[in-house]
């Protein structure tokens, strides 16, 4: 595990410190994406929809993995869709997979199929169920504290699962948070952070963040992640897109306080527009489009192919070390077709990630320091939990 010797006092100042470039850059507050950024938003939506599967020809399916066994890999949401595939895919190839999930039943029933379907190919799968429900905060605690107590490795966090309810009111969480902005960026980034000591200890490791292309269309105002304030009207679209963005936005930050001994990679993926039960949820116009043109949406199983390159390709590694050698503003983004690619224009903010990654920590119950201690080897306390 990595360690330090700065002071509490220093250590906290790293914490909150921002870049002064970038508050110089950005002193007038914006309010909204211009006209130019939301229209681009569109474009890159409808481009991905129609060339997604030219774009990712090159690629096989599925996606064949180097040599993973003894390696350790946390999936969330792994019962349906793209989770699904993740997780049965790098069991098959040798890995230790936990599936992380809200209906453990679900899960092991999956496992018992899977068992049957594998018999006689090979050894066992090595693959278990613990139980985690985002909606939850105290839930993720709960996983955390109990992952980090059997000291055991933690090679990959593959944090897949999401909701995206378009056509729905919007809900909040019993934590009091909107449901999108907790299941999609809330609770797994409270996740990520709590396992950094298993990480650290299992190190080179990764968090590897599901993303989507719809974060172009998103805008996150950190004094109102909530979208309560009246100053916009809530949409499901806006919902998911806001905490896709956020999600990057927070990563990228977490990326940054990382140091580079720690031995610990953020990435985030955009898995392509895939064809799972999110499709019900799509804009009637939208949902047309889908249902017309089924040859350009992927299969669950294409669509985990860019999360599974995230989580295994040895020379990721390189890519994200250069980045944050050159104080690159972003992390890591892994396209659909397996390629780095650049998020939103929004997503290099760097004061209003910053601000992102301050009130994200506030809402989840997290100290300010909380990364730098956990870095250090010392513990962090959660209001959603018992001390780390």
């Not at 098959?92 to 092991?108: D, F, L, Q, S, T």
């Not at 599974?308 to 983004?333: I, N």
Request: glycine share 6%; aromatic share 8%; charged share 20%.
């Amino acid at each position: 595990m990595a360690s330090s010797s700065s002071s509490p006092e220093k250590r906290k100042e790293k914490a909150n410190g921002k870049p002064s470039e970038a508050v110089a850059k950005h002193k007038v507050k914006k309010e909204a994406l211009g006209w130019i950024e939301w229209f681009m938003g569109w474009f890159y939506l409808a481009y991905e929809m129609l060339f997604q599967r030219i774009v990712a020809s090159n690629l096989q399916n599925p996606m064949p993995l180097p040599p993973i066994n003894d390696l350790t890999f946390v999936v969330t949401g792994s019962t349906s869709g793209i989770g699904k595939e993740i997780a049965r895919q790098l069991a098959e190839a040798g890995g230790h997979v936990v599936m992380a999930v809200r209906n453990p039943k679900a899960a092991n029933d999956l496992i018992k199929k899977w068992q049957e379907d594998w018999s006689g190919r090979g050894l066992p799968l090595n693959i278990e169920v613990m139980e985690l429900d985002l909606l939850s905060l105290n839930s993720v605690v709960r996983f955390a504290e109990a992952w980090n107590a059997r000291s055991g490795p933690l090679h990959a966090l593959i944090n897949n699962a999401g909701i995206f309810s378009i056509g729905e009111p919007q809900k909040f969480s019993k934590d009091g948070y909107e449901e999108h902005m907790q299941v999609n960026h809330l609770a797994p980034a409270l996740l990520s952070v709590l396992l950094l000591p298993s990480l650290i200890r299992s190190s080179p490791s990764r968090i590897v963040n599901v993303n989507s292309i719809m974060h172009n269309l998103g805008f996150v105002d950190p004094e109102d992640m909530n979208i309560t304030s009246g100053k916009r009207k809530f949409t499901s679209m806006v919902g998911y897109s806001n905490s896709k963005l956020a999600q990057i936005m927070f990563s990228s930050i977490l990326n940054k306080r990382l140091p580079t001994e720690a031995g610990i990679n953020v990435v985030c993926v955009s898995p392509g527009i895939v064809h799972t039960n999110v499709a019900r949820d799509l804009p009637k116009i939208v949902q047309a489009a889908y249902h017309l043109i089924p040859y350009f949406i992927f299969s669950p199983e294409e669509g985990s192919r860019s999360t599974l390159f995230a989580a295994t390709d040895p020379q990721l590694v390189d890519y994200c070390e250069s980045l944050k050698a050159e104080d690159w503003p972003v992390c890591a983004f892994i396209n659909h077709d397996c390629r780095p690619a650049n998020p939103s224009e929004e997503a290099h903010n760097v004061e209003t990630a910053y601000n992102v990654w301050e009130k994200t920590l506030e809402l989840v119950g997290l100290p300010s320091d909380a990364v730098e201690r956990l870095i250090e080897g010392g513990e962090v306390e959660c209001k959603y939990g018992s001390s780390q």
